[in-house]
T-cell receptor, first 113, second 116 residues
Framework: RKEVEQDPGPFNVPEGATVAFNCTYS??????FFWYRQDCRKEPKLLMS???SGNEDGRFTAQLNRASQYISLLIRDSKLSDSATYLC??????????????FGRGTQLTVWP | GAVVSQHPSWVICKSGTSVKIECRSL??????MFWYRQFPKQSLMLMAT?????????EQGVEKDKFLINHASLTLSTLTVTSAHPEDSSFYIC????????????FGPGTRLTVT
């Protein structure tokens, strides 16, 4: 079983739509959780960390359910520039990307005008 | 934020030849760097953890004699793909771990390797 499982999509949505991505992880000892964004043929870039209480950064909201080992990302008011692959990432290290990261295969999002 | 560079950004080589990829932390020192590989539509898979001044730690299934890693300084790690085969064609990405606050892991821009 893979460490991190994601719905690969693709998700094709119009500008202004709200879209949600889900992710599950298998290691209950995982401590830190992140969403990364990866553009085509580029390196992944940190989008946001995910906290147990849920957290929001502008149009992006992340949620974590430790009991279900489930992570989500909600994007509101989608922009064309949001088109990318979104990677769910977990690590056993607390509070940072200090150590080994486990990546999901990513969910592809295309926002059309 | 911190910057990690990789060189080359892309390379095409013939089967049987060796290719060296460099990963540099430009404005911070990194005792630890990580090498990942990503095949099309797949997730990033950790190949090895590179430790400055000591041997790299390879993940299960990664041949250490084929993927040679050298981390000779606090700002440079190299990955050499020896006797490359077409199945080694992939996107190779390194990351470097900042030794000071905020202790984050920063990714290089990747190297696209095509073996013909």
């Amino acid at each position: 079983r893979k460490e991190v499982e994601q719905d690969p999509g693709p998700f094709n949505v119009p500008e202004g739509a709200t879209v949600a991505f889900n992710c599950t992880y298998s290691n209950s000892a995982s401590q830190s959780f992140f969403w990364y964004r990866q553009d085509c043929r580029k390196e992944p870039k940190l989008l946001m960390s995910v906290y147990s209480s849920g957290n929001e950064d502008g149009r992006f909201t992340a949620q974590l359910n430790r009991a279900s080992q489930y992570i989500s990302l909600l994007i509101r008011d989608s922009k064309l520039s949001d088109s990318a692959t979104y990677l769910c990432v977990v690590t056993a290290d607390r509070g940072s990307t200090l150590g080994r990261l486990y990546f999901g295969r990513g969910t592809q999002l295309t926002v059309w005008p | 934020g911190a910057v990690v560079s990789q060189h080359p950004s892309w390379v095409i080589c013939k089967s049987g030849t060796s290719v060296k990829i460099e990963c540099r932390s430009l404005d911070f020192q990194a005792t630890t760097m990580f090498w990942y590989r990503q095949f099309p539509k797949q997730s990033l898979m950790l190949m090895a953890t590179s430790n400055e001044g000591s041997k790299a730690t390879y993940e299960q299934g990664v041949e250490k004699d084929k993927f040679l890693i050298n981390h000779a300084s606090l700002t440079l790690s190299t990955l050499t793909v020896t006797s490359a085969h077409p199945e080694d064609s992939s996107f190779y990405i390194c990351s470097a771990r900042d030794e000071g606050p905020p202790y984050e892991q920063y990714f290089g821009p990747g190297t696209r390797l095509t073996v013909t």
